[in-house]
């Protein structure tokens, strides 16, 4: 089993830290060439982006999914 195999395989198993990993990697890059505040508004755009596809793939208003955040459990 050769590098890339072996890179291939763990990835697979741990999609959770490669993302976090990248997501960490591509934050870093950010800081360095834009700064805390343009990075900051790059990453709430990039939320509120996640936010607004999440909701046309669940079928689900905008509106309904941010009360869904602030709503308490009541089981």
């Known amino acids: 089993m050769d590098l ?3 890179i291939a ?9 490669t993302a976090g ?4 990697f591509v ?3 950010l800081l360095f060439t ?3 505040w343009k990075t900051l508004i790059v990453v709430i755009l990039v939320v509120a982006g996640f936010f607004i596809g999440k909701s046309r793939d669940d079928n689900v ?3 309904d999914q941010i009360t869904g ?3 308490r459990n009541r089981d």
């Open 4 to 6: 890339l195999d072996r």
């Open 9 to 17: 395989a763990w990835v697979s198993e741990n999609p959770g830290k």
């Open 21 to 24: 990993a990248a997501g960490g």
């Open 27 to 29: 934050i870093g890059i």
């Open 34 to 36: 834009l700064g805390w």
């Open 61 to 63: 208003s905008i509106i």
């Open 69 to 71: 955040l602030f709503r």
